[in-house]
């Protein structure tokens, strides 16, 4: 991949993000009793555990995470792969009575949150659910939008956001990119 055409967030903007991010969902939810954070594979896991963590230490209460597969959920399956990667979904809680705080790292058009909720929904029914993204770029083709944004960001459709995590790439920044085409 080409050099970023420009650095979104660096480590120490992702981590006061996050924090706030945090704040508002104590704010909105009056405490963290009852919520449970799911993160949606890949990148939204890791930022699901960073988020039950601080909130955990804001309110002194366990918020429980899990981590959401939504491969099967995706309307693009057929275009996705001939065998796509089925990877882990583990929900160890009971969703009834619980506020989910749904995470991924970008907000895009909204297709891969669908399919989030319909794989949650399947795993219960839980009190209400709540979006929280570390970036939302826009271009929605569905009508879907995040109660938590760490950054607003207008992009054209032919930029790339790449979200970066020291979980799973050794470093945070988020970066934007230009589109590479085939030759």
């Known amino acids: ?5 420009a650095i979104i967030l660096s480590a120490d903007e992702i981590r006061r993000a996050l924090t706030r991010i945090a704040h508002e969902i104590v ?3 009056k405490g963290a ?3 449970a954070i799911i993160g949606v594979h890949t990148r939204g896991i890791p930022l699901a555990h960073r988020l039950a963590a601080k909130l955990s230490e804001l309110e002194g209460v366990q918020v429980p995470c899990g981590m959401l597969d939504i491969t099967l959920y995706r309307d693009d399956l057929s275009e ?3 065998q796509p990667i089925i990877r882990e979904t583990q929900v160890p809680f009971d969703l009834r009575n619980r506020r989910v705080i749904l995470v991924d790292d970008v907000l895009f058009t909204g297709r891969t949150v669908r399919a989030a909720l319909d794989a949650l929904i399947d795993l ?3 009190e209400g659910i709540q979006l929280a993204v570390l970036i939302d770029r826009g ?3 569905l009508p879907i939008r995040a ?3 760490g950054k607003n960001l207008p992009t054209a459709r032919q930029e790339i956001v790449k979200v970066k ?5 050794g470093i945070d920044i988020v970066e934007l990119h230009e589109m590479e085409f085939l030759r």
């Open 124 to 126: 219960g029914r839980p």
């Open 27 to 29: 704010e909105r939810n």
């Open 1 to 5: 991949m080409t050099p970023p055409k």
């Open 80 to 82: 996705v792969a001939q």
């Open 33 to 35: 009793e009852n919520l």
């Open 139 to 141: 271009h929605r083709e």
């Open 147 to 149: 109660d938590y944004v």
């Open 165 to 169: 995590l020291k979980e799973s790439d």
